[in-house]
């Protein structure tokens, strides 16, 4: 068995599922997810399609009492694996899993790997929504970062899946890109909206060690923290007046079309992944999937362990996470979940959270805290100071009881 899983299950509990594509047309300069670049080796995909037929049937029958509310498939790039593979999965989960009838079934696309037949062959299979990655609309920018797609064909990519159907589309933007500054940027983010997507991503370009990009980072001309705090400011601001309603750091969405999934991620909901490196959150365990598909489709064949880490979440470590992953969201915390779920004092939170307050970087909305966008250019700072506090009062409280 892949997953071994104790203690009781809650009936009719949600449950959101990830599978995890790794092939690519090409690798892009700044990307450190799990990928095989180059073409379809068809030897390869039936075995991945294999794979990921037993692991999810063998998986199913530890959730028997779970409702499937999402099903999301990234990557790499979903949309290069082709639409009649991204069906027999689907096809899978459906066999082996109990979905709600509104689930919200995602697909991650690239412009230049979609057409109008595959789209309507994933509508008619179940998809009801597609997260396409544009990043820029500049053509010698995609070209710098490897993508193999130009805006041209981004553009085509929406007017498709329009006409296939899809009424849920989000777009994938990335700021902070090489010589890219605070004009050029809101043009592209006007360039977006004209598009009319229901929902936008927002995302400032991280250069990771083991990309290309990382071994010319330092003459590659980025912009700096202040440019792209300016940046986020103003797509916040844009979007804002568009009617895209923030509800995460990096994600904006018309009313209704938030990401159902992604927020099964900061909210603590439970999630399982298929597929090599992907993470699940399941059962109270955290559990990660090796970072290699040979050895995945070895490990699933021949019944061996597949993990690469898994572990049970204490408590308390919950209870620092809802802090650190719930102020990623508009959401943000609330005393009455905090105290009833983990049974510590939000008293001391709450303080400094006025403080911030005082400074423009959080608010009070009703009984919930939350940060405002200047607060997310600072949440990582604001988390730490936030779960240094939390751990303190934990060990008063723990104190006192004694």
């Known amino acids: 068995m892949a997953f071994f899983l104790t203690g009781k299950r809650k009936e009719k509990k949600k449950l959101g599922i990830y599978v995890h594509i790794p092939f690519c047309k090409s690798k892009c300069e700044y990307c450190d997810f799990y990928s095989i670049g180059g073409g379809r080796d068809k030897r390869l995909t039936d075995d991945y399609l294999q794979t990921l037929a037993d692991h999810i049937k063998e ?59 595959g789209l309507r062959r994933m509508l008619r299979a179940g998809f009801n929504r597609l997260s396409i ?34 009424a849920n589309i989000s777009l994938d933007l990335m700021y902070g890109l090489p010589n890219q500054t605070v004009s050029q940027w809101k043009e592209t983010v006007l360039n ?68 159902r999934h992604n927020m099964k991620y900061w909210t603590g909901e439970e999630y399982l992944g298929f597929g090599p490196n992907a993470a699940s959150d399941f059962g109270g365990r955290r559990f990660t999937i090796i970072r290699d598909l040979k050895r995945y489709i070895s490990g699933i064949a021949n019944e061996q362990a597949v993990l ?13 996470e809802y802090i650190m992953l719930r102020l990623r969201t508009a959401q943000g915390i609330c005393r009455e979940e905090y105290e009833k779920q983990y049974l510590l004092p939000f008293r001391p939170l709450e303080e400094e959270l006025r403080h911030y307050a005082d400074n423009g970087l959080a608010k009070q909305v009703g009984k919930r805290w939350r940060l405002t966008p200047s607060g997310w250019l600072l949440s990582n700072q604001i988390i730490l100071q936030l779960l240094e506090i939390q751990s303190n009062a934990g060990t008063l409280s723990k104190k006192n009881k004694e």
């Open 192 to 259: 977006i909206i004209s598009l009319r997507p229901e929902h936008i991503s927002c995302y400032g370009l991280k250069v990771e060690e083991n990309t290309p990009l990382w071994s010319y980072k330092d003459c590659a001309n980025l912009p700096n923290d202040d440019a792209q705090a300016q940046m986020y400011l103003e797509a916040v601001k844009l979007l804002e007046e568009y009617g895209y309603e923030q509800y995460e750091i990096s994600n904006f969405a018309k009313k209704g079309f938030h990401s």
């Open 59 to 117: 998986t199913g029958a530890l959730a028997p009492d779970y409702r499937v509310d999402t099903v999301y498939f990234g990557g790499g790039t979903p949309s290069f694996f082709g639409a009649e593979n991204l069906e027999k999965i689907l096809d899978e989960i459906h066999r082996h899993f109990r979905l709600t009838s509104d689930a919200e079934i995602t697909a991650e696309a690239n412009p230049d790997s979609v057409t109008l037949s």
């Open 308 to 320: 690469d880490e898994n572990e049970e979440i204490p408590m308390r470590e919950r209870a620092g």
């Open 133 to 166: 990655g544009v990043q820029s609309d500049d053509d010698e920018m995609l070209k710098k970062l490897g993508r193999p797609h130009n805006f041209q064909q981004a553009k085509q990519a929406m007017e498709l899946a329009r006409k296939a159907g899809f």
